[in-house]
């Protein structure tokens, strides 16, 4: 079964801002070409924050997030890098507090991800709380 494909609009962009919550930073309404990320430093300023990649047909491809001491763009840049933006054409960005947590930072790609279901994204972070340690779930 194919499941139906969401496109990234502005509506669809201002969903995911909310669903950061209060860990958004701003919001930033316009789109990105990956020179405009890479080559030009179009999200240098953002070190931490859930990127959202559609192909030519404007449909969303992909959702990811980064938290590092580089830029978003960075973590876009080791995308291309490794082959797996060859379908992108287009990216939007919501940046988060640059102090925001990783684990929310993970639920809200989390949450992205499960509301505008990127067709290329294999494995969504999980939407739920800290997640145990791995030997205390063992142990039970």
């Known amino acids: 079964m194919k499941r139906s494909a969401y496109t990234l609009t502005p509506e669809n962009y201002n969903t995911a801002c909310d669903l950061a919550g209060t860990a958004l930073l701003r919001r930033i309404p316009a789109a990105s070409t990956i020179l405009q990320i890479t ?29 590092r001491e580089g830029s978003v763009g960075d973590r876009v840049q080791e995308q291309v890098l490794r082959g797996r933006a060859n379908r992108w054409t287009r990216l939007m960005v919501v940046p988060l507090a640059a102090d925001t947590e990783e684990g929310l930072v993970r639920r809200i790609e989390g949450r992205i991800g499960t509301v505008l279901r990127p067709l290329d994204t294999k494995r969504l972070p999980t939407l739920g709380g800290p997640r145990r340690p791995a030997s205390r779930r063992a142990s039970r």
């Open 39 to 67: 080559e030009d430093g179009a999200w240098s300023e953002f070190s931490t924050g859930v990127y959202i990649a559609a192909d030519f047909a404007n449909v969303i491809r992909y959702t990811g997030s980064a938290i």
